[in-house]
């Protein structure tokens, strides 16, 4: 009987909570047209991606601002209001507590979910580490992993024979900007770790934590997801799984490197922050914001940048070209002196972003009223974002051919000619711009000169189209990026 009485209370409270929460979203705030499509997604009809529907909304804005205002949402693409927002008014436009919340339970008081003092000091200590990260060795590093994790995944899809073979190449590139991140940072090879589940659990929880939390910031109303997790139902209850798992893993790596210190005097990130704390929770959160900041963006932008090269084969062949006249060899890497002579190669990776920023927007909130230089007004608490994504596709910014990948938009005179960060905020910008950059670019190019003279690589349904892009914190493809890769040799052979 007192069991019975449980679970029919337990059922009535449970459903007040979905009348509830039905409620919350169909609340009709605003009514007008944008608001309207963004809370039936009648924006998806015509759009494959949110990002899509935004950048369309921002072409079509005088100001190239707009307002999303169900969301309380500022969005814009235009660079004086960047400027404003990421320098000269830094100030007033933090990550601010909304943020911090939203991604609190997965990032705790990381470098990317706080501002002040607590920011400052991790910006310090990760700045001074991140500067190793030009070095040669740095260099002969990325190419040791590229050559025995990498190429060897391509090389046993690719097979003896012509046809070449399968591979979602997304998920390659996670597999191994993951383990370099983790290997760079924290002097750890994923593989030592003896986990009692494989390591590729903790990329899958990573991922679901990653995007849940995302979620979170997508609905009109913080009510839901905090009524969702205070009942732990839903996707609350798997992020909180997630997160556990990710604890997990992380706890393991604190207590491996605990134990080494002792005996090495270990140099990577992990250790200098190990030096200044013993708080486990602190480390937590460093490692898994470093994993975040370090990971899944290099990933996102080798994806995109292959779909690319793939449907754009005078682009693949030029920079295959530049390589073998700065080596003078068909295959092979070029050295740390040669790699900063590919110019065409540092051209398109940039122009990659342009079109594809693995980080398609990035918001703050407004301390204090504000106004933005080209006369929005910003109420205070408001959200306001750039939209790098939307950027890249402004004929204001970039010209009439802004939609096309052309790398030689970034050459003058076959030098190469940086854009002002402002209008290419693709690692941001201003005081709180990437500390990751050179080290991102330089992975990349090793992956391309390890890749491209050796690989063929097709899209498997090349139909010309555009990208699918799954909601999250970074750029991801949704159902990954299958390609068809073969040996150039193998091919070569078999078309003589
Ligand atoms: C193509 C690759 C990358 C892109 C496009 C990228 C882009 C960005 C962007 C847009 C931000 C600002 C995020 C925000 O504040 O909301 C950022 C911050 C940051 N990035 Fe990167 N990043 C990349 C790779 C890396 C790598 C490899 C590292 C090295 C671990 C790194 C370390 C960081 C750090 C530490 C911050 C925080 C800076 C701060 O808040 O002061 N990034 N990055
Ligand atoms: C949304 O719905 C309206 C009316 O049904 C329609 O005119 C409009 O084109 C739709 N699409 C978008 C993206 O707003
Ligand atoms: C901010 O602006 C709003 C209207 O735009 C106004 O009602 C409010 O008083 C202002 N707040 C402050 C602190 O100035």
Redesign the pocket.
Known sequence: MVSFLITFLMTLSFSIIIIILLFLKSKPYCTCDVCHSYLNSNWSKQYNNLCDWYTHLLQNSPSQTIHIHVLANTITANPKNVEHILKTNFQNYPKGKQFSMILGDLLGKG??NVDGDA?LFQ?KM?SLE?RKSMSKNAFENVKFHVENRLLPVLSSAAGSGKDGGFIDLQCVFRRFSFEY?CRF?FGLDLDSLELPFPVSRFSDSFDLATTLSAKRAMSTSPMIWKTYRRFNVGSERKLKEAIRDVNFVVERVIENKKKKLGFTKNQDLLSRFMEVSNDHSFLRDVIVN?IL??RD??AS?LTSFFWLITNHPEVESRILTELEQTTNQKQGFATFEQMKELRYLQAAIHES?RLY???QF?SKFAVENDTLPDGTLVRKGTKVSFHPYAMGRMETIWGKDCKEFKPERWLKDGVFNHENPFKYP???AGF?V????E??LM?MKTVVMGILPRFKLRVVNSDGGELRFEPGLTATVKNGLPIIVGEREVLQLASD
């Open positions: 470098i990317f920011w910006r990760a991140l991140i940072l470093f900041a370090g963006t290099v932008a972003m920023p693995p980080i990035d693709v690692f941001q709180r990437c500390l990751g950059k080290m991102a992975e």
